[in-house]
């Protein structure tokens, strides 16, 4: 069983940067791919970035980064020149598997909200 609890989400202004983290409850953390998903208000949840193990990437959008620490049993998502579409819960969550498909995950977090004003 693997807890999940995120934070550092909040109100920002367009352009501004924030960077959420992940705190994760699990000796074999470092054996986990972790995602990170969002959803915005009447949309579907939606893939962000996701870390291998060994802390290979793979993050659509160039503007954000994801990256862990796998002493502190962490793994965070860098957040830059946010902007109003940006607007969403982000969650993270635990894998055996680096992918984008939502359902391969076993363990989420509660999420944190992200909002950005124009």
């Known amino acids: 069983q693997v807890q999940l609890v995120e934070s550092g989400g909040g109100l920002v202004q367009a352009g501004d940067s924030l960077t959420l983290s992940c705190a994760a409850t699990?000796?074999?953390?470092?054996?986990?791919?972790m995602g990170w998903f969002r959803q915005a208000p009447g949309k579907e949840r939606e893939f962000v970035a996701v870390?291998?193990?060994?802390g290979g990437t793979y993050v659509p959008e160039s503007r954000f980064t994801v990256s862990r620490d796998n002493a502190r049993n962490t793994v965070y998502l860098q957040m830059n020149s946010l902007k109003p579409e940006d607007t969403a819960r982000y969650y993270c969550?635990?894998?055996?598997?680096?992918?984008?498909?939502?359902?391969?995950?076993?363990?989420w977090g509660q999420g944190t909200q992200v909002t950005v004003s124009s």
């Open positions: 870390i291998s193990p060994s």
């Open positions: 699990a000796r074999a953390f470092h054996n986990y791919a």
């Open positions: 969550a635990a894998g055996t598997t680096v992918t984008t498909f939502e359902s391969q995950y076993f363990s």
